[in-house]
Structures are given as structure tokens and as C-alpha cells.
């Protein structure tokens, strides 16, 4: 580990393509830095990573410090090694150590080792192709981005934060609040405990979610199929353009608005779950195996206590006793 003192310029990264170079500037802050691997004994409350290509792994250990280590197929020097430092009980870590300079291809894999006790304020990860790998990231706010890298993460916080442009995104999460969104890659997400609100889009990736208990769930895409498997919410909004949506409620349900242009719909629902389901279809058909009262447009199953709201311009639409 080396120490440096400099003043960095703002942050600038630009990546063209692997036989090109890659041009990185490091945050504007004129501190006392460190450069490579090393032992944190400071007292640290919040993590700030940003990254570049390679990846990086959070895990959990019986200790109570962190530790940070970079390895990489090429050697690392004071220019290529990562820099870190601390402010204001934040950890923070950039991809090199000094102001400017131009490498080709250069990969790097991050580990960061956290006390199992470990409980932030802030957990920001951040990378531009680099793959993000957390055993349990424990935070008060947790935000994880990343360009073209895929996400792979269990979370416990209040408020949870993520995205990519076309790397996958699997998270298992507890939280008040969940968002997430995704240009081309899927997202997979498995939600414990109870929440507040989960918030998820998607262009052309694919939406699959588990949900424990929801009091409002959003989802959308434009191509991407939406899949929902979930025990209790309160409300469910569902839409997309071409794709299909596919939602399984096992135990309550207040309210579901699902829309889709050209996919089919389909909702299957317990049998004790009374309902009034608005069905809207242009060319498409509609078939149930629930005994029926037919009003115009309205077909409502016992008290009719749950309001659902499903419409499709030529998709089919089908409700369905759970099995």
C-alpha cells in the first residue's frame, strides 16, 4: 500500500472499444489517498465504489474490518492499481490512482471483505463493464449500477436502488423500497419480508419476480415478458407493448391493472379470492374456470371484493384457478 497526496480532476470516464484504450479521471478531491490492497481499521460507515472492467465481489467474513484486493492478469502498477481513501466515515474506491492516464484492455477483480455484522448508511457500487457480486450488502440505502456488467446481490435495506443497460440483474431483497430498471438485460428478482413498494422496467429484458408481501408492485416493458409469482399485494400494475404477462397471486389481492398491446395475459387466482374483473379485448378471447356472474364487461366471482383490470388490444386473456 502507498500513500499520495494529489488533487483529482472530475470524474471522466469514457470506454470505446476493447482495441482501443480506455481514458479514466479520477473524482475532483484534493485528499490524502491510498493506492492498492489494503486493511481498513478506520471506523467506516458508508461504501463508495466505482469501477471499471473486471469485477466486483463483496463477501461477508467473521472479522471486524474490511479489507479491499484487486487482482488482474496484467501487471498492476501506481497508475493502474486502484487508489482509496476515507471521508467523513466513507469509504471510497476508484478503479486507479492516478489523474489521468491511457491503458489497453486492462481487467481488473475487486474483492471487498465486510464484517458479517456490517450495517451502512450508504452502499453505492457502481461499474461500467464490470460484474457485481454481493453475498449480502446491509445498508440504510443500497444503489448498485452498471453498464454492460451483470448484477448478482442479496440486499437488506431501506431503500434499494438498481440498474443496468444490458447486464442481467439477479437480486434477492428485503427492503421498504425497491426500484430497478434495465435497457436489454432481464431481471430476476426474489423479494422477502414486507415491502413498501417495488418499482421495476424494463425495454426489451424480461421481468421475473417472486414477491412475499407487496403493497404496490409496478412493472413494465416494451417487449420484455413480465412473470410474477406473489403471495400477498395489495395493488399490481402490469404493462407492456408485444410481450406477455403472467401473474400468480396465492393468498390476497386488493387491486390489479394489467395491460398488454399484442401478448396475452394471464392471471391465476385462489378460489376463495373473490373478484370483479373488467375485461377489455379488441380481437383477442377470454376464457375462466371461475363460476362467473357476467355484467357487459365485468365478470365477478363471489362478493367481487378484489378490482382487477385487464385489457388487450389482440391477446388473449385467460383466469385461472390456482392448482
Same mark, same amino acid.
Given at each position: 500500500?502507498?500513500?499520495?497526496?494529489?488533487?483529482?480532476? &472530475?470524474?471522466?470516464?469514457?470506454?470505446?472499444?476493447?482495441?482501443?484504450?480506455?481514458?479514466?479521471?479520477?473524482?475532483?478531491?484534493?485528499?490524502?489517498?491510498?493506492?492498492?490492497?489494503?486493511i481498513i481499521d478506520s471506523s467506516v460507515t458508508s461504501l463508495i465504489v466505482d469501477w471499471s472492467d !473486471?469485477?466486483?465481489?463483496?463477501? +461477508?467474513?467473521?472479522?471486524?474490518?474490511?479489507?479491499?484486493?484487486?487482482?488482474?492478469?496484467?501487471?498492476?502498477?501506481?497508475?493502474?492499481?486502484?487508489?482509496?481513501?476515507?471521508?467523513?466515515?466513507?469509504?471510497?474506491?476508484?478503479?486507479?490512482?492516478?489523474?489521468?492516464?491511457?491503458?489497453?484492455?486492462?481487467?481488473?477483480?475487486?474483492?471487498? &471483505?465486510?464484517?458479517?455484522?456490517?450495517?451502512?448508511?450508504?452502499?453505492?457500487?457502481?461499474?461500467?463493464?464490470?460484474?457485481?457480486?454481493?453475498?449480502?450488502? +446491509?445498508?440504510?440505502?443500497?444503489?448498485?449500477?452498471?453498464?454492460?456488467?451483470?448484477?448478482?446481490?442479496?440486499? &437488506?435495506?431501506?431503500?434499494?436502488?438498481?440498474?443496468?443497460?444490458?447486464?442481467?440483474?439477479?437480486?434477492?431483497?428485503?427492503?421498504?423500497?425497491?426500484?430497478?430498471?434495465?435497457?436489454?438485460?432481464?431481471?430476476?428478482?426474489?423479494?422477502?419480508?414486507?415491502?413498501?413498494?417495488?418499482?421495476?422496467?424494463?425495454?426489451?429484458?424480461?421481468? &421475473?419476480?417472486?414477491?412475499?408481501?407487496?403493497?404496490?408492485?409496478?412493472?413494465?416493458?416494451?417487449? !420484455?415478458?413480465?412473470?410474477?409469482?406473489?403471495?400477498?399485494?395489495?395493488?399490481?400494475?402490469?404493462?407492456?407493448?408485444?410481450?406477455?404477462?403472467?401473474?400468480?397471486?396465492?393468498?390476497?389481492?386488493?387491486?390489479?391493472?394489467?395491460?398488454?398491446?399484442?401478448?396475452?395475459?394471464?392471471?391465476?387466482?385462489?378460489?376463495?379470492?373473490?373478484?370483479?374483473?373488467?375485461?377489455?379485448?379488441?380481437? !383477442?378471447?377470454?376464457?375462466?374456470?371461475?363460476?362467473?356472474?357476467?355484467?357487459?364487461?365485468?365478470?365477478?366471482?363471489?362478493?367481487?371484493?378484489?378490482?382487477?383490470?385487464?385489457?388487450?388490444?389482440?391477446?388473449?386473456?385467460?383466469?385461472?384457478?390456482?392448482?
Open positions: 500500500m502507498r500513500k499520495i497526496t494529489a488533487t483529482f480532476l &472530475t470524474l471522466v470516464l469514457l470506454i470505446i472499444p476493447l482495441s482501443a484504450c480506455k481514458v479514466i479521471v479520477l473524482p475532483e478531491i484534493t485528499k490524502s489517498y491510498s493506492v492498492g490492497d489494503a !473486471g469485477s466486483i465481489n463483496v463477501i +461477508s467474513s467473521d472479522t471486524n474490518r474490511i479489507s479491499i484486493a484487486e487482482v488482474s492478469d496484467s501487471e498492476l502498477t501506481e497508475k493502474t492499481s486502484m487508489s482509496w481513501w476515507i471521508e467523513d466515515k466513507t469509504l471510497h474506491i476508484s478503479y486507479v490512482g492516478k489523474n489521468i492516464f491511457t491503458v489497453k484492455n486492462l481487467k481488473k477483480d475487486l474483492t471487498i &471483505t465486510l464484517p458479517k455484522d456490517f450495517i451502512g448508511k450508504i452502499i453505492d457500487l457502481s461499474s461500467s463493464a464490470a460484474d457485481i457480486h454481493a453475498d449480502l450488502l +446491509s445498508a440504510d440505502q443500497v444503489t448498485l449500477s452498471t453498464s454492460s456488467g451483470d448484477l448478482d446481490a442479496a440486499v &437488506t435495506a431501506k431503500h434499494l436502488n438498481f440498474s443496468s443497460s444490458s447486464g442481467k440483474l439477479r437480486l434477492v431483497a428485503e427492503a421498504d423500497e425497491i426500484n430497478g430498471s434495465s435497457s436489454s438485460g432481464d431481471i430476476d428478482l426474489t423479494q422477502n419480508g414486507i415491502c413498501e413498494e417495488v418499482k421495476l422496467s424494463s425495454s426489451s429484458g424480461k421481468i &421475473t419476480t417472486i414477491l412475499a408481501s407487496v403493497d404496490k408492485f409496478d412493472a413494465s416493458t416494451s417487449s !420484455g415478458d413480465v412473470s410474477t409469482h406473489a403471495k400477498t399485494v395489495g395493488e399490481i400494475n402490469c404493462s407492456t407493448s408485444s410481450a406477455e404477462i403472467g401473474l400468480t397471486v396465492t393468498d390476497t389481492l386488493k387491486y390489479a391493472d394489467l395491460e398488454s398491446s399484442s401478448g396475452n395475459v394471464s392471471l391465476h387466482l385462489p378460489d376463495c379470492l373473490d373478484f370483479n374483473a373488467e375485461i377489455e379485448t379488441n380481437s !383477442g378471447g377470454f376464457t375462466s374456470d371461475f363460476a362467473l356472474v357476467t355484467k357487459h364487461d365485468h365478470h365477478i366471482h363471489g362478493a367481487g371484493t378484489a378490482e382487477i383490470e385487464i385489457e388487450t388490444s389482440s391477446g388473449n386473456i385467460e383466469v385461472i384457478k390456482n392448482k
